[in-house]
Nanobody, 119 residues
Framework: QVQLGESGGGLVQPGGSLRLTCAAS????????MGWYRRAPEKQRELVAR???????NYADSVKGRFTISKGDAKNTVYLQMNGLTPDDTALYYC?????????????WGQGTQVTVSS
């Protein structure tokens, strides 16, 4: 069993910054990739950013130049640094991980952390 724990969401003014943290725990053999998705009200869930075990990253066009995904200081942890936030970034942000574990490989999701950008 693999668990993902998210933290760092909250209320911030436009132009502000937040850093989200996701930590994976459990029976992990290897972490193939981790990423962040978000779902805004009345919109479909979308990929925000993703990082592979090799360090390759990809971003949604809407966040390029403002958000940065990186591996955390602790093992099996990933950060999402969000700068220049706008009201359009308001959403529930979910951590996602592609994990090889016992008994096999699977995709796991966190519970989500709310990010609200408002003055």
């Amino acid at each position: 069993q693999v668990q993902l724990g998210e933290s760092g969401g909250g209320l911030v003014q436009p132009g502000g910054s937040l850093r989200l943290t996701c930590a994976a725990s459990g029976s992990i053999v290897s972490l193939n990739a981790m990423g962040w998705y978000r779902r805004a009200p009345e919109k479909q869930r979308e990929l925000v950013a993703r990082i592979t075990s090799a360090g390759s990253t990809n971003y949604a066009d809407s966040v390029k130049g403002r958000f940065t995904i990186s591996k955390g200081d602790a093992k099996n942890t990933v950060y999402l640094q969000m700068n220049g936030l706008t009201p359009d970034d308001t959403a529930l942000y979910y951590c996602n991980a592609d994990v090889s574990s016992n008994p096999g490989r699977g995709i796991y999701w966190g519970q989500g952390t709310q990010v609200t950008v408002s003055s």
